[in-house]
């Protein structure tokens, strides 16, 4: 069973830095490529970042190029998100999923609430 469990958001400020971490787990993880998305209020999940699984290539909306880095730890099937500089605008709920620019699998995690304000 494929589960992603997602953790590290919270309340900050404007300006401020968060990093979160997704475990994943019932798939060969360091075989895919992994996306993080993010659910604003109000609107619909969208594309923050991808990563490929080797010899990694990394892709970013240009919402958050050059704020935030994705990266992974393979040993610990563990996806993470360092996001600094934060805007309101950030304000979502942080998902993973497995996937180049896209979910590969049906079923989502809990998310974690990212708020951006003062």
């Known amino acids: 069973q494929v589960q992603f469990v997602e953790s590290g958001g919270g309340l900050v400020q404007p300006g401020g830095s968060l990093r979160l971490s997704c475990v994943a787990s019932g798939f060969a993880f360091h075989v895919y490529a992994m996306s993080w998305f993010r659910q604003p209020p109000g609107k619909e999940r969208e594309l923050v970042a991808s990563m490929s699984s080797a010899n990694p290539v990394k892709e970013y909306a240009d919402s958050v190029a050059g704020r935030f880095t994705i990266s992974r730890d393979n040993a610990k099937n563990t996806l993470y998100l360092q996001m600094n500089n934060l805007k309101p605008e950030d304000t979502a709920v942080y998902y993973c999923?497995?996937?180049?620019?896209?979910?590969?699998?049906?079923?989502w995690g809990q998310g974690t609430q990212v708020t951006v304000s003062a």
């Open positions: 999923n497995a996937g180049w620019m896209r979910a590969e699998f049906a079923g």
